[in-house]
T-cell receptor, first 113, second 115 residues
């Protein structure tokens, strides 16, 4: 079972470059999320999509854009990468029903020089 | 806004012993969910246990159990018979029932198991 698949797993960018992180889930989940994890901190929500066709800002949305391409796929784009966006990025998905937990991908380690 | 606080950056325990990880949270909601996630060095986020606020009974999953004190807004994780494979970062997380199902995470506790 693939679950939540993130690509790429690692990436190094130069300041000012653009990049799209891809996420796909095969569990027929309605909701999808993007988080970032910085050293010494828990995961913080960047953007989320409660259902296909909707997206909303989370706690730290500045510098990012998202696209819910279809029910399976939710991408995160950095238009002009900055060193402050060096982080590990996690995608997650869940059902809409009450109490359903989020399932996470394996993360993307992104370094911006 | 809801916040989650884990006051223990690091904990260690002898193999086969019991350890308790602390978590407190702040919310004005009466109904919500609380979770513990485990993150081993492989970086995966693995759900360990979850608790529904309206249920008074503490959740249990094999060697993992919680002590949920709603009035005190406390949600601790107890790991019994600790095993080397339990070594990981542990994150406490909160989620409202209504509205978007986004998670709010604590800062994490790094658990070391001493053989």
């Amino acid at each position: 079972n693939a679950g939540v698949t993130q690509t790429p797993k690692f990436q190094v960018l130069k300041t000012g470059q653009s990049m799209t992180l891809q996420c796909a889930q095969d569990m027929n989940h309605n909701s999808m999320y993007w988080y970032r994890q910085d050293p010494g901190m828990g995961l913080r929500l960047i953007y989320y999509s409660a259902s296909e066709g909707t997206t909303d800002k989370g706690e730290v949305p500045n510098g990012y854009n998202v696209s819910r391409l279809n029910k399976r796929e939710f991408s995160l784009r950095l238009e002009s990468a900055a060193p402050s966006q060096t982080s590990v990025y996690f995608c997650a998905s869940s059902r809409l029903q009450r109490g359903q937990p989020q399932h996470f991908g394996d993360g993307t380690r992104l370094s911006i020089l | 806004a809801q916040t989650v606080t884990q006051s223990q950056p690091e904990m260690s325990v002898q193999e086969a012993e019991t350890v308790t990880l602390s978590c407190t949270y702040d919310t004005s909601e009466s109904d919500y969910y609380l979770f513990w996630y485990k993150q081993p060095p492989s970086r995966q986020m693995i759900l360990v246990i979850r608790q529904e606020a309206y249920k008074q009974q503490n959740a249990t999953e094999n060697r993992f159990s919680v002590n949920f004190q709603k009035a005190a807004k406390s949600f601790s994780l107890k790991i019994s018979d600790s095993q080397l494979g339990d070594a990981a970062m542990y994150f406490c997380a909160y989620r409202k029932v209504q509205g978007a199902q986004k998670l709010v995470f604590g800062q994490g506790t790094r658990l070391t198991i001493n053989p």
